[in-house]
């Protein structure tokens, strides 16, 4: 069962912006408030990194990478988090994955989804 869905990827130029949406169809609202989430990445050849987090309390912390580019956001009514990503570079071509740790459940991971910047 597909927990966490993924969206907004796609091809753009170096200097442009997109922002990807992550939703969570199955949890019930109280579970995905409760939850921690975050964006990570796996660039080619490379280990999967952290590109952004958001507690159930809010907090964020970013990469240093994208620190002043990108914003991570949610909206626990719709079960939603998103990652604004401003100024892209090539760099930061890369599948990325949404992710979620549930409270008393464990971590969840999206399916992942392509993200390329061409210079």
């Known amino acids: 069962q597909v927990q966490l869905v993924e969206s907004g990827g796609g091809s753009v130029q170096a200097g442009g912006s997109l922002r990807l949406s992550c939703k969570a169809p199955?949890?019930?609202?109280?579970?995905?408030?409760?939850?921690?989430m975050a964006w990570y990445r796996q660039p080619p050849g490379k280990e999967r990194e952290l590109v952004a987090s958001?507690?159930?309390?809010?907090?964020?912390n970013y990469a240093d990478s994208v620190k002043g580019r990108f914003t991570i956001s949610r909206d626990n009514g719709k079960k939603m988090v998103y990652l604004q990503m401003n100024n892209l570079n090539p760099e930061d071509t890369a599948v990325y994955y949404c992710y979620q740790n549930r409270p008393n459940d464990g971590i969840y991971w999206g399916q992942g989804i392509q993200v390329t910047v061409s210079s």
């Open positions: 199955r949890n019930i609202l109280s579970t995905f408030s409760g939850s921690d």
């Open positions: 958001i507690n159930s309390g809010r907090s964020t």
